[in-house]
C-alpha cells in the first residue's frame, strides 16, 4: 500500500472515531473530540507503529497484536483518553506503557516533552526506532517498570497509562501536578473502568469512571 491509501483508510478510521463518539456521548459527556486530537489522530501514521504484517489493518478500529502478548489500543480509545487528558502545548507528560509508540506519537504532537515507560525491554527499542523515524525529538523512552512511573522528571502535568492494574499504583497518583490529570483503565480483569483522576490545586484527588474498557494488564518488574 502507498501513503495516499494509507492517507485515505486514515481519514475513514477519524470518521469512524467521530462516529463512535455520538454513540458514547452519555458517557463522555459531549458529542465530540477536541478538534486538536482529531486534527493529530488523522495526521500520525498509525502504520508505522504496527507489525510490518499488520499494516493493511492499521487503520481498523479495533486493538491489533504487537508481540509479547501485548496489543495496539483501537483508535477510538487512544483518541478518547488522549481527550480526556486535555494536553496543552507546555504540557509534560507521562505514558506508562509505550508499546511501539503511538500514544507516545501521538501526544508529542500535543505537549511539550513526553516521558515513556515500557517493560519490555524489545518492545521499547522499537519504539525509540519507530518514534525517531517519525521525527518525535520530544519523547523519551526507557525501559522499567511502570507502577513506579519516572520519578526522576516527576511532577507531570498529565499521565496516561496504556494498561489496566487491578488496583491504581499509588506512586503514579503522586507523581501526578496539583492541577493535573490522569488516564487510567482499571479494575478486575472482567470489570475494567477506564477512570479519569483530576488532582485539583490544593492535591485533592477525584476519580470519575467513563466506560467499561479492556487492556492488557500492567505488569511490574515483582510480579513478572
Known sequence: MNDEEFAELRQSMVAEIAAQTVFACAHLGKAALSPRVIDVMAKVPRHEFVPLE??????????????FGKTISQ??????MTDLLDV???DSVLEIGTGLGYQSAILAQLAQRIYTVELIDELAAQ???????QGCANVEVKTGDGCRGWPE???????IVTAAAELIPPALIYQVKPGG???IPAGLPDEQQLILIDKDAGGSVSAKEIFAVRFSLLEDTESG
Request: no cysteine; glycine share 2%.
Open 88 to 90: 496543552q502545548s507546555t
Open 181 to 183: 490529570k490522569m488516564v
Open 153 to 159: 522528571h516527576a511532577p507531570f502535568d498529565k499521565v
Open 54 to 67: 499488520l499494516r493493511p489493518y492499521a487503520y481498523a478500529n479495533s486493538p491489533l497484536p504487537i508481540g
Open 75 to 80: 483508535p477510538f480509545i487512544v483518541a478518547v
Open 127 to 133: 519504539a525509540r526506532h519507530r518514534l525517531a523515524r
